[in-house]
């Protein structure tokens, strides 16, 4: 059973670029959560989706940011017009209906020169 | 805001020797759970716990959870090389526990 698969591994944008980050669930799970890991901080909570749907995206910066989960294919998390403070680990999560809890993907290492 | 303070912050140890890491918080989570982290790759989850007071074991390590949901501690018995990595706690709070407050980790060495 293939587990959370995010791609990119690592990206890498120029300033003012735009930069998407992957994400597939594990099969049968339906939720998707985004984390960001920046240096000597624990992983922040950003965005929680469902199908077609965001549930709650209290900790998604206001601008620039943006989360989809369509009803086919992966979800995807967009930063538009990146800046230096950009650069962090990105991790998907997902969880199946029930049971809630949540497993990670291997991140996208994002890195903004 | 809801903090997870973890302690300590790095450990070395010797292979054999036992340890405890610590999870502390001022709030009370409806669940918390433990993962491990290697360079370079996502967090693996290793358990959750729910009940206050609540213990569980996975092999060499037991977990446990205080009677307030507010701290919890991971010991290991025995610790083997194999078990370096950063070892995280998050709280889950929300109606689904599905928005977990990360801790920033205890660096876990053991040495042969």
């Known amino acids: 059973n293939a587990g959370v698969m995010q791609n990119p591994r690592h990206l890498v944008r120029r300033r003012g670029q735009e930069a998407r980050l992957r994400c597939s669930p594990m099969k049968g799970h339906s939720h998707v959560y985004w984390y960001r890991q920046l240096p000597e901080e624990g992983l922040k909570f950003m965005v929680y989706l469902q199908k077609e749907n965001i549930i709650d995206e209290s900790g998604m910066p206001k601008e620039r940011f943006s989360a989809e989960f369509p009803k086919e294919g992966p979800s995807i998390l967009r930063i538009q017009q990146v800046v230096r403070g950009d650069s962090a680990a990105y991790f998907c999560?997902?969880?199946?209906?029930?049971?809630?809890?949540?497993?990670f993907g291997p991140g996208t290492r994002l890195t903004v020169t | 805001t809801q903090l997870l303070e973890q302690s300590p912050q790095f450990l070395s140890i010797q292979e054999g020797e036992n340890l405890t890491v610590y999870c502390n918080s001022s709030s009370v989570f409806s669940s918390l759970q433990w993962y491990r982290q290697e360079p370079g790759e996502g967090p693996v989850l290793l358990v959750t716990v729910v009940t206050g007071g609540e213990v569980k074991k996975l092999k060499r390590l037991t977990f446990q959870f205080g009677d307030a949901r507010k701290d919890s501690s991971l010991h290991i018995t025995a610790a083997q090389p194999g078990d370096t990595g950063l070892y995280l706690c998050a709280g889950g709070s929300g109606g689904s526990n599905y928005k977990l407050t990360f801790g920033k980790g205890t660096l876990l060495t053991v040495n042969p």
């Open positions: 999560a997902s969880s199946p209906p029930v049971r809630g809890e949540q497993y």
